[in-house]
């Protein structure tokens, strides 16, 4: 079984609708963090958590917003999706300076 | 803000070629981390390097840490399709908050 696991791994929606991508952990680490990918832009960083009372905002929070239910659960959602907000979400774990990613949600947003 | 330029962004070369990628910044790292991407999946760790000057060899790939920790380079001897990617440099900056490049697409053709 998968360490980070990420559902949905593909989403279409449409503009103005609330969209929550899920992020569960098997690894037992305390930080998590969620991620966007654009083409040519590498991985911009959303939101982390260090531990489940601790929520910080990334580079690109806004229109985002984030819970962590648990330990190994992380999720991200989108208020009201607009298109600029397709892409493809990277969840990731760590306790060191390694990180370990799930295998992404393809979110396209009409 | 904090950024890392990696170059080239794509390089198409034939099998057996060497080749290297670079990962530049004006800020300081306390350590810096080289990733895989493959499609349709996250990033996986190849490196992490954290003393100025370090070098690492991995097989055919060999990662250099600039003196300053501004920089790094990624050299593959004798590249075989096998190694086709997406190849990410990133910088940790000593809270556990990383800031990724927007990789080099890497094709090695038969």
């Known amino acids: 079984d998968a360490d980070v696991t990420q559902t949905p791994r593909n989403r279409i929606t449409k503009t103005g609708k609330r969209i929550m991508l899920e992020c569960s952990q098997t690894?037992?680490?305390?930080?998590m963090y969620w991620y966007r990918q654009d083409p040519g832009l590498g991985l911009q960083l959303i939101y982390y958590s260090f531990d489940v009372k601790d929520i910080n905002k990334g580079e690109i929070s806004d229109g985002y917003s984030v819970s962590r239910q648990a330990q190994a659960k992380f999720s991200l959602s989108l208020e009201s999706a607009i298109p600029n907000q397709t892409a493809l979400y990277f969840c990731a774990t760590s306790d060191s300076y390694e990180q370990f990613f799930g295998p992404g949600t393809r979110l396209t947003v009409l | 803000t904090q950024l890392l330029e990696q170059s080239p962004q794509f390089l198409s070369i034939q099998e057996g070629e060497n080749l290297t990628v670079y990962c530049n910044s004006s800020s300081v790292f306390s350590s810096l981390q080289w990733y895989r991407q493959e499609p349709g999946e996250g990033p996986v760790l190849l490196v992490t390097?954290?003393?100025?000057?370090e070098v690492k060899k991995l097989k055919r790939l060999t990662f250099q840490f600039g003196d300053a920790r501004k920089d790094s380079s990624l050299h593959i001897t004798a590249a075989q399709p096998g190694d086709t990617g997406l190849y990410l440099c990133?910088?940790?900056?000593?809270?556990?908050?990383?800031?990724f490049g927007a990789g080099t697409r890497l094709f090695v053709k038969a």
């Open positions: 990133a910088g940790e900056d000593g809270g556990f908050k990383t800031i």
């Open positions: 690894k037992g680490h305390d930080r």
């Open positions: 390097v954290v003393t100025g000057g």
